[in-house]
């Protein structure tokens, strides 16, 4: 039995302790957001956020969610309320398949939490772990941006210039 | 050898004899369109001609727009809303949309070859404007005025006086049943309200949310997990496996095992997986190894029996002048979707129904009809969206897993996904390819002579067959591979694009389609279109080097297509080609897709790190012509994917193999972009041709990307590299020391 | 520490005489004059001396220097050695340069810090500096003044290195054996001398010297351990000779893993120079011994069956059970570690681990905390990190679950400083920039 806080919520599963935290999240919990990509660690479509640091929940065994905050791109917001972040997302349009994106959002906003201000580059080489096949790497990049600038308090971003 | 190697591709031993004994098809990669156009109406609506196969209107008034085509990520779904929300005069949110289902939509063969809006998209357009048409005319009827006193607004018939009559009280069963006219009142250009606008994609939302956006995401009540445990390589026969001590483990309800075909269904998916390993470690394979050596694969392709044809032969060979000449390859590329394949299906009443991220939903029912001994109207197959393929993937194979397992669970929906290494292994590759080009040009700088021989195993090998599908050759009794396709001219397969767009006096193009099929390969973007541009358009840049020509003029003055040149124009004056001093390499190419479709030239500048033959670039600037444009930022959404993907393919991919195995089997053993190579800046503009028709655009980029960069990077190092992948190793090596 | 910067600075007071002069400046020759065939052979000796990897700063142009080198004493920057004439060693001649090589004196007559191992290179033939010396002066002249190192007083007085000098700077004896082949010879010169392999594998004392009675015993190098070579090895499989050299060529060895941290960027190097230069070295190398452990290890049955090179299953047949052990590892380790995915790509099976046989936890903590981290666009292994979900006490659980189960040898006594050690070192990696991922 694992207990956590997912989203906010505590949360809690029988799934046995080795269980990679995206299968619980997908069955257990029902979510969508994190996705299989190649469950080695090597492209990023799984990442979910754990107390403030993006992981790769394929190889994350469900027990080291115990008590900690689990956040998956659910917790961000809604289709019908977007998040900052998702609002950025969908006003940049970037997304092809949209596959790596969940993945890539996870840990722009692990990111954003930590640095309001990351640059450019810092956005770059944070998201070096995580593939886009389509090639949509642009439109992440400008859509991360716009969402650093929006969701920044005025002043930050007034003195950033 | 050869003999031993089609035996053991086949899965078994001696069966496989009439393989290339089969008559290569002629066929279209869409699977559709070949022959005359047998009723002369537009689009898709040639073959399926009733207007209510694409639009439905419902007595309260929702619309319904129906397509065989599916969506892939390419934003297709938009788009098609779009055409129709246009025609029909009605909000976009009001539409709603079924795509491929064999139960419900038109069949129109495979969303494939960049071919989706032109026959989907001009079948929805004018079915709607012929719809609207119907409606309006009972409106008239009704009201008793003339038609043409009568106006559509918003979902509802406007007539004088305030008269109003809503699209659904219009509606009546047989109206929509009519067949199409070959003619249609459509929407002048000028009067556009929805087309040509950037209308934000309506499946971003879900996918930016975590909503149940993909076949991976659907959970069918009773839903059960499944693994399939892959051979170990090509032609492997499973020899022994210890199936009892993992049917005893808890969770799993049954182990699969038909001839080699092995696989486990359990109730959970980590439990699916974790039986999948066991049924693995314990099973015994015998392997033959079949494969070409990697290093000479080059050779080994053109070493192979090949039936040659001579796709343009013009004016006199052998003018003198400058030669330039020299023999490019690629190797196998994997499509490498960042979601492995994955298929749901379920097993009742003696037929199976199965959710796939197939791109044909038609072809595929066929095939696994035949798989299975049913007849065809036993099977349903409804199209779901899946991870980004760019051609064949793992699709239609998982889907083949999934109806194979499902049959051993009758009243349960069964989910398989591919685990990557299989997706790495397994999938059918782009083919590895050799394109040779010789190419003289005089002191004036005119292209004089121009030879092009392509050297392609067929990029087409997509079911219908049964033998297409991986799962069908394991099997006890395995069906024959599917004969291979070599794809007709005028769209081609392995030579597809061979033909310079370019005005050359005399210009002989020969291909050499390959039977054999070294390792399993089928569609992947732009299939040998890539490599051709690539081969063509360095060729170019090098005749104009040794004529003393900028590289664009040079191109300009060989083009007689006005929209080329204009492209061509486009792309260099954004970039500003020809001003300033280059970091350290910049590149241009050109090519009209297909020599059909969009337009796309491509300018480009690098950095290259001399110490480790590091490219950075810097900039990329893309200009396209893609005809009428259905929603501009689509159009460079999709553009700004291919020349980020073509970027990948041409500096980092290839599948890794030895004689037995493929060995690049994740995403460590086959690198692709990451963001540390991403270019700092990446632009698209468009060259807006209202009024002429929709061109396809997906596959647009990677030919003129591919061949813009390996350009640059001849330009920054003096040496001109024709091996594909041009990687930090080979430019290192071409600066010297 | 203290005491002995006291003693070094009396010392060095005490040297006046240590004083070097200044070697005149000379107009920055043409890249042109050097015969190319030099220029290559340079390229390949400073291949071998690992230039460019401590000359570059990430993302910065190459041998322009400005790398941080943090050492116990503080944080040294790398100088910039292209032929800018201002910031670089443009006016340097080549007697300037072959000083500043191998006595660790710059051409204005400053000694240099011994992060740049001059006790080393002392060894360098007079042609391989002719060599080098073109293929330096041939390169492109970046102007990057390098950051002012940060070291506290009096460290900063550099004539304090004279009296290190004194102490510890011994020239190269590398007498020739007469047992010994002409290979053997050259790889000794290339190891002992420019490939420096004793500056990271040997321990040092106090004062940040070799110690030169325990060559090869093993060392540290940005944090990393370098294992013990030769005699000491604890390698569960004894090295040998065609293994060294494919080591070292490729980058890996299916029976004992991949370079990573500090050794990566050398093997990175070592794959670009002539095959007979690193052959050569591997002789050398291998002659140093097979450690005790190793020998007595290597027993077949530590050998798992699933070991690479014996039938591994691959291509697609995910064939791994996890073994009895931790949920932690089954879950974290065993989808990469008992893949069956072949080495380098694959993980080796971590029976064959010197992380974990070895005397330290430092390089399995790194290992488990950072993982090894994507670079680009090439093929390489990829391990993911666990730092950022694990906590210490999971750590240190994980790590002595496998010491125990893989290791052979005894409980890590020190296991919890390594972590707290780790984890600081990882966050002042992460801050200018992190050397040992670039
Ligand atoms: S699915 Fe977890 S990193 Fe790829
Ligand atoms: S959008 Fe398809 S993989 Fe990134």
Redesign the interface.
């Known amino acids: 039995m694992t207990s956590m806080i997912l989203n906010g919520e505590r949360r809690a599963v029988r ?2 302790a080795e ?2 935290l995206l ?1 619980v999240l ?2 257990e919990f ?4 994190a ?6 660690g ?2 990023g ?1 799984c990442t979910v956020v754990i107390d403030g640091e993006a992981v790769f929940s394929c190889i994350t065994p469900v027990m080291l969610a115990e008590n900690r905050q689990v956040t ?3 917790g ?4 019908e309320a ?1 998040g900052p972040l ?1 609002r950025a ?2 006003d940049a ?10 993945g890539m ?1 996870m840990r722009a906003h692990a990111l954003l939490a930590r640095d309001p201000d990351a640059s450019d580059a810092a956005i ?2 944070e ?2 772990p ?10 992440i ?1 400008r859509a991360i941006r716009l969402a650093a600038d929006a969701m920044r308090p005025r002043s930050t971003a007034e003195a950033g210039r | 050898m050869t003999l031993s190697r089609r035996a053991v591709l086949a899965g078994t031993g001696a069966l496989v004899l009439a393989f290339s004994l089969l008559p290569a098809r002629a066929q279209t990669e869409t699977g559709k369109g070949e022959g005359p156009r047998r009723r002369g109406l537009p689009g898709s609506l040639d073959d399926t001609p009733r207007l209510d196969a694409w639009i439905r209107v419902a007595p309260d008034g929702a619309v319904t727009v129906l397509t065989g085509k599916a969506e ?4 297709l779904k938009t788009a098609l809303l779009q055409i129709a929300a246009e025609e029909l005069k009605l909000p976009l949110a009001r539409l709603s949309l079924v795509t491929a289902d064999t139960g419900r939509t038109a069949d129109e063969g495979y969303t494939a070859a960049s071919h989706s809006v032109q026959d989907s998209g001009t079948a929805i357009r004018h079915a709607a404007a012929q719809v609207r048409a119907l409606l309006i005319g009972e409106a008239a009827r009704r009201l008793d005025v003339p038609a043409e006193r009568l106006r559509v607004r918003d979902g509802a018939v406007l007539g004088p006086g305030g008269a109003r009559i809503g699209y659904g009280d219009l509606v009546s069963d047989a109206l929509l049943t009519a067949e199409a006219q070959p003619t249609s009142p459509l929407t002048p250009a000028a009067e556009f309200a929805v087309i040509g606008r ?1 209308v ?2 309506i ?12 076949l ?2 659907l ?1 069918p009540p009773g839903l059960l997990h499944a693994r399939v ?5 090509y032609g492997a026969v499973l020899t022994q496996v210890d199936a009892a001590a993992v049917e005893r483990l808890p969770g799993v309800i049954a182990v699969v095992r038909d001839g080699t075909f092995l696989g486990v269904v359990a109730e ?3 439990t699916a ?2 039986a ?3 049924l ?2 314990s ?1 015994r394979w015998r392997e033959t190894a079949i494969l070409p050596d990697a290093a000479d694969l080059p050779d080994a392709l053109r070493a192979l029996p090949s039936r040659d044809s001579t796709i343009l032969e013009r004016g006199a060979p052998g003018a003198a002048g400058t030669i330039v000449e020299g023999t490019f390859t690629r190797p196998y590329l994997a ?6 394949s994955c298929a749901i299906a379920e097993w009742t009443d003696g037929g199976a129904t199965v959710w796939t991220h197939s791109q044909g939903v038609f072809p595929l029912r066929r095939a696994l009809a035949g798989l299975l001994h049913l007849p065809e109207d036993k099977v349903r197959c409804i199209h779901a ?4 393929c ?1 051609g064949q993937n793992g699709a239609d194979d998982v889907a083949a897993d999934a109806a194979l397992l499902a049959r051993a669970v009758p009243g349960r929906p069964v989910r398989v ?1 591919w ?4 997706e ?3 999938e059918p590759f782009g083919p590895g390819m050799v394109a040779s080009v010789r190419a003289a040009v005089t002191p004036d700088g005119r292209v004089a002579d121009w030879t092009h021989e392509v050297w392609s195993q067929s990029h087409m090998m997509r079911p219908g067959p049964p033998g297409a599908l991986l799962a069908a050759r394991e099997i006890a009794e395995p069906f024959p591979p599917a004969p291979p396709v070599a794809l007709a001219q005028p769209e081609g397969g392995g030579d597809r694009n061979a033909i310079p767009l370019y005005a050359f006096p005399t210009a002989k193009i020969v291909h050499h389609f390959l039977p054999d099929m070294p390792l399993r390969g089928s569609s992947m973007r732009s299939l040998g279109g890539y490599l051709n541009v690539l081969a063509i358009e360095s060729t170019v840049d090098d005749l104009a080097r040794a004529a003393g020509w900028d590289p664009v003029a040079f191109r300009l003055r060989h083009l007689t297509d006005a929209r080329a040149s204009a492209v061509v124009e486009a792309a260099a004056q954004r970039f500003g080609w020809g001003r300033g001093a280059p970091r350290a390499g910049r590149g241009f190419a050109f090519a009209r897709y297909k020599n059909l479709e969009a337009y796309c030239a491509v300018a480009v500048e690098i950095t290259v ?4 033959g ?1 490219v950075g670039i810097e900039r990329v600037v893309a200009a396209v012509d893609t005809g009428e444009v259905v929603n501009p ?1 689509g159009v460079a ?2 553009i ?6 073509a ?2 393919w041409t ?2 991919e290839r599948v ?1 193999f030895d004689r037995t ?19 700092r ?2 632009e698209v503009h468009i060259v807006a041709q209202p009024d002429q028709p929709f061109l396809g655009v997906a596959e647009a980029a990677q030919g003129p990307a591919g061949a813009a960069l390996a350009n640059a990077i001849r330009d920054a190092t003096g040496r001109r590299l024709r091996d594909l992948p041009l ?2 190793g080979k430019i ?1 090596a071409a600066l ?2 | 520490m203290g005491l002995g910067v006291v003693g070094i600075a009396a010392a060095g007071a005490a040297l006046a005489a240590a004083w070097r002069s200044e070697i005149a400046p000379v107009p920055p020759p043409a890249p042109a004059s050097f015969d ?1 065939a030099l ?2 052979r ?2 390949d000796l400073a291949l071998i001396g690992d230039c ?1 990897t401590c000359h ?1 700063a990430p993302n910065g142009a ?2 322009a220097g400005g790398l941080p080198l943090p050492t116990p004493f503080g944080t040294l920057y790398s100088t910039n050695i292209t032929p800018d004439p201002e910031t670089g060693i443009g006016r340097w001649s080549q007697a300037a340069f072959a000083r500043a090589l191998r006595d660790g004196v710059d051409r204005e007559g400053r000694h240099l810090y011994p992060a740049f191992p001059y006790d080393h290179y002392s060894a360098t033939t007079d042609d391989d500096v002719r060599a080098l010396y073109a ?1 330096f002066m041939s390169r ?1 002249a970046v102007s990057a003044p390098p950051p002012p190192n940060e070291l506290p007083f009096p460290l900063t007085i550099r004539l304090t290195l004279a009296g290190w000098k004194l102490l510890f700077l011994r020239p190269k004896n590398l007498a020739p054996d007469p047992a010994k082949d002409e290979v053997w010879h050259r790889g000794r010169y290339l190891v002992e001398g420019l490939g420096h392999c004793g500056a990271c594998h040997s321990p040092r004392n106090l004062l940040g010297a070799e110690i030169t009675s325990r060559a090869y015993q093993g060392g540290e190098a940005e944090g990393w351990r370098a294992y013990a070579l030769g005699a000491a090895s604890r390698s569960p499989v004894p090295w040998d000779e065609a293994a060294l050299m494919q080591y070292l060529r490729d980058g890996f060895h299916p029976l004992h893993g991949v370079a990573r941290g500090p050794m990566a960027p050398v093997v990175e190097n070592l794959a ?1 120079v002539p095959r007979e230069e690193v052959a050569a070295m591997a002789r050398y190398l291998a002659s140093l011994g097979a450690g005790p452990r190793g020998e007595a290890a290597a027993t077949p049955s530590l050998v798992p069956a699933s070991a690479p090179g014996q039938a591994p ?10 073994a009895a052990g931790t949920d932690l590892y089954a879950a974290a380790c065993t989808a990469c570690h008992e ?4 080495p ?3 993980g080796i099976s971590l029976a064959l681990s010197t992380a974990i046989s070895d005397e330290s936890p430092r390089n399995l903590v790194n290992l488990i905390l950072e993982g090894l981290p ?9 391990m993911p990190g666990f730092g950022a979900v694990l906590t210490d006490a999971q750590v240190a659980s994980l790590a002595a679950d496998l010491r125990r189960r893989f290791g052979g040898g005894l409980p890590w006594p020190d296991l919890d400083s390594a972590i707290r050690e780790a984890r600081a070192a990882r966050r002042l990696a992460a801050r200018p920039a992190a050397a040992m991922t670039r």
Request: hydrophobic share 35%; proline share 9%; aromatic share 8%.
């Open positions: 799934a046995a269980t990679p299968y997908r069955e029902g979510l969508n957001a996705k299989f990509g190649c469950g080695l090597q492209c479509a998956t791109l659910e961000l917001g809604t289709a977007p998702q997302f969908i349009q970037a997304a092809q398949c949209g596959y790596c994106i969940p959002m770059r080489a998201l070096e995580h593939l886009c096949r389509c090639g949509t790497h642009m439109r990049l | 892939l990520g390419q934003g950037p934000p994609r499946d971003i939302p879900a996918k930016v949310t975590g909503g149940t956006a993909y991976q995401d959970r445990v892959r051979p170990p390589s959970g998916e980590w997986i974790q999948m390993r066991r693995a470690a099973a499509h490498g979707s960042i979601g492995p969206e899946g991870a980004g760019y996904q685990m990557r290494e299989q790495h292994a397994w790190d001399r110490e480790t590091q930022d959404n999709q700004e994917g291919g020349l980020l993907q970027t990948s500096l980092f890794a195995r493929v060995a690049s089997v994740d995403w460590s053993a086959y690198p692709i972009l990451r963001f540390s190579a991403v270019p800046s990446v990687t930090a290192k010297g020391a | 190319p220029v290559r340079g390229a460019r570059t190459a041998f293929f492109p670009e299953q691959a291509a697609g047949a995910q064939a791994a059970i996890p893949g069956g995915r072949p380098p790509f694959g994507v670079r680009g666009g090439t093929a390489q292994p990829i």
